[in-house]
């Protein structure tokens, strides 16, 4: 019968003290930690140890030497939770190429949408070799038709290769270590460029600052690994450390929710972490009689990362998961993104989320951090709640700027700036995208909003227009082209942006000018119009149909977003009091 | 099994999470017709494997649009 792999690895602890990955795997190879993967009922389909792991990336680096590309080429792999993708990221280690990790979608009905999303981002990071599971080779084949490929398959086709009789040179401590789609435009995809020095650093400091990982530590994760959470998180932090990892796929997980809660309570795991939309579900999801089923004692750290924090539904877990011995004081609220590798702060340890509530309107118009007055305290719609996000990793210098680039003051919210050894390199073959945010002397302008205590990060508004539907990010632009591709809707007359409701929760809305007066075509106008958004993002959303020159347009005749959903709420009957704030980020 | 059973099975599996009273075919798109979102679509996915007792390939959902075409992936699987 298969064996996961152990906990307790005899190897002595080394917290990512490496030059590259490769010295990081070579090491962890000497011990008997790995990886271990479950299937959609919960049960170990396949376990790949770091020994094993060592012996086959190499022979697989010397198979993709064989078909003679240069150093550096871009190996694309569409990232399905399994070994193979374990297997062709440090093969290319080994070989001198860079891993590029590309969706696994399981959208319904979405071929045309998925082959259109890989065969950009195949294209915009140049790649030369090109590999997806069996369940999605047919998508790739499609993706690279009309590209130019040396090679594009399933991993058994590679397997079928020659080895190359040659001295492997794994990627150096200065080269690039992998690129990572942010989970940005899907229309306009940027590949975040990772060295090495990068990655290790971030690592370093998240296993030794943020974690505090120890030799009982055992991760367990359902999140993507085409994600700086799944990859950097659950693929490279458990190697860096020599911990060992146990996976579900995130198809598994929003089956079946409670597998999580299985593998990390037979598996005595002690890290794993979701977007806070993850531990929502699974609180849904769970039967009432299921709790006492589960020890979720050995969970020391629940992290929460990738979105705004908001306490309500992770009490809500907690509450629902106390019979299970689940620690709220297990919650670590954390921050981070693709530009930096994976983290850049991290809440205390062993002390749960700790929430501040600030007066709403002073935030809204100031933006700045007042304690409310005793009278408004008590009243929701006057407060709003924001989460502290921990002390900024050593490794980062941090600034809160205003849009003209003056640093502000603590308690003063801003863009949240940062400078230091985990920033990216840039975004991947495109210095206009990079100019954008990457200054010369190496300040990485996040693009998220938020205010500083002292070394502490307290995010307020993440990516001024991102709109983020369970966990998925949707930014606007897409929402916009595919609404102007309708006919009867022009180029240039959509705009597409959320509102918080009383929830918390994104509602998305699409305002569309249209010179149609006749009602029923009106209405049928709105229904296509929600049909073809739902396959292409599946999300649901209020379609708005206003005359033509409704839509507000800065000075040079661009849309304004925030105005227009300013007149948007101005316009609907509910109010929603939560979208003054969101409006300031 | 014939074909009409794995079709009313699922329409049967999806009309509880759907308003009461809302007209289901085998040619329902359940995306584009009935507004789905993808959560829900995945609860959908996840009763139909746990009631015919089978695993549902990732890959073949990106070619299923309506009732009919997730019906003959199911009963392709019952085949194998």
């Not at chain 1, 019968?1 to 080394?14: C, G, S, Y």
Request: proline letters at 5%; one cysteine or more.
């Amino acid at each position: 019968m298969m064996k996961a792999t152990i906990i307790n690895n005899i190897l002595p602890l080394r917290n990512a003290d490496f030059a590259t990955l490769v010295d990081a795997l070579e090491y962890a190879a000497q011990g008997e930690a790995g990886y271990n993967f479950y299937d959609g009922r919960g049960e170990l389909f396949a376990v790949l140890s770091y020994a094993e792991l060592r012996i086959q990336a190499k022979a697989l680096a010397r198979r993709l030497r064989g078909l003679g590309c240069k150093r550096g080429a871009r190996v694309a792999i569409v990232a399905e939770t399994e070994p193979m993708f374990h297997r062709f990221f440090f093969a290319c280690q080994y070989a001198g190429y860079i891993p590029v990790a590309l969706p696994a979608g399981f959208q319904l009905g979405a071929r045309k949408a998925y082959v259109e999303q890989l065969e950009r981002m195949l294209d915009s990071c140049g790649a030369d070799i090109a590999v997806a599971p069996e369940s999605h080779v047919g998508f790739l084949r499609q993706a690279v038709e009309r590209l130019n490929l040396v090679k594009a398959g399933t991993p058994d086709e590679f397997d079928l290769l020659p080895e190359l009789d040659c001295e492997l040179e794994p990627l150096r401590a200065d080269e690039t270590a992998y690129l990572q789609y942010t989970s940005g435009s899907t229309r306009f995809p940027r590949g975040v460029e990772i060295s090495q020095h990068c990655v290790m650093t971030n690592l370093r400091d998240i296993a030794v600052h943020g974690l505090k990982i120890t030799r009982q530590d055992r991760m367990v994760a359902w999140l993507p690994l085409y994600h700086d959470m799944g990859l950097v998180g659950f693929v490279l932090l458990p190697l860096g450390s020599q911990l060992s990892a146990d996976y579900l796929s995130p198809r598994t997980f929003a089956m079946r929710p409670r597998l999580w809660l299985k593998v990390i309570s037979q598996n005595r795991g002690t890290i794993s972490s979701s977007p806070p939309f993850g531990y929502a579900l699974c609180a849904k999801r769970l039967r009432l009689t299921d709790q006492d089923r589960y020890d979720l004692s050995s969970w020391r750290v629940a992290c929460v990362g990738a979105e705004r924090i908001h306490p309500e539904p992770l009490r809500q877990f907690a509450h629902v998961l106390a019979p299970a011995k689940f620690d709220p004081r297990a919650f670590v609220a954390c921050y981070g993104m693709a530009e930096c590798a994976l983290a850049i702060s991290f809440a205390e340890l062993n002390v749960g989320i700790s929430s501040i509530k600030v007066d709403k309107e002073i935030m809204a118009t100031e933006g700045r951090v007042q304690i409310p007055s005793a009278d408004k305290a008590d009243k929701p719609e006057e407060t709003l709640t924001f989460v502290d996000c921990g002390e900024i990793l050593p490794s980062f210098e941090m600034a809160i700027r205003d849009d003209a680039g003056n640093d502000l003051p603590d308690y003063q919210c801003g863009r949240i700036c940062l400078r230091g050894p985990s920033v990216m390199q840039g975004y991947f073959l495109n210095p206009t995208a990079t100019a954008e945010v990457l200054s010369e002397d190496g300040w990485l302008d996040t693009g998220d909003i938020g205010y500083r205590v002292g070394s502490h990060v307290v995010v307020t508004a993440r990516r001024k227009d991102v709109i983020i539907v369970n966990g998925r990010n949707i930014w606007p632009h897409d929402l916009e082209y595919v609404a102007e591709s309708l006919p009867g809707v022009r180029f240039g007359n959509v705009s597409a942006f959320s509102f918080a409701d009383d929830a918390g929760t994104d509602q998305v809305v699409i305002v569309v000018e249209s010179r149609e007066t006749n009602p029923a075509k009106m209405r049928s106008l709105i229904d296509e119009l929600r049909s073809l958004i739902n396959t292409h993002f599946g999300i649901t959303c209020h379609i708005d149909l206003v005359p033509p020159r409704t839509l507000p347009r800065t000075s040079s005749g661009k849309l304004s977003r925030s105005k227009a959903k300013q007149d948007f709420l101005a316009r609907s009957q509910n109010v929603i009091g939560a979208a003054a704030a969101g409006a300031h980020g | 099994m014939t074909d009409k059973t794995v079709e009313e099975q699922l329409m049967a599996l999806l009309s509880k999470s759907l308003d009461a009273g809302t007209a289901l075919s085998p040619q329902t798109n359940l995306v584009g017709d009935l507004g789905l979102e993808s959560i829900q679509v995945i609860e959908y996915l996840c009763e139909v494997e746990d009631h015919f007792d089978l695993a549902i390939d990732e890959g073949k959902l990106a070619d299923v649009q309506t009732i009919a075409d997730l019906a003959c992936v199911i009963k392709n699987l019952q085949r194998s």
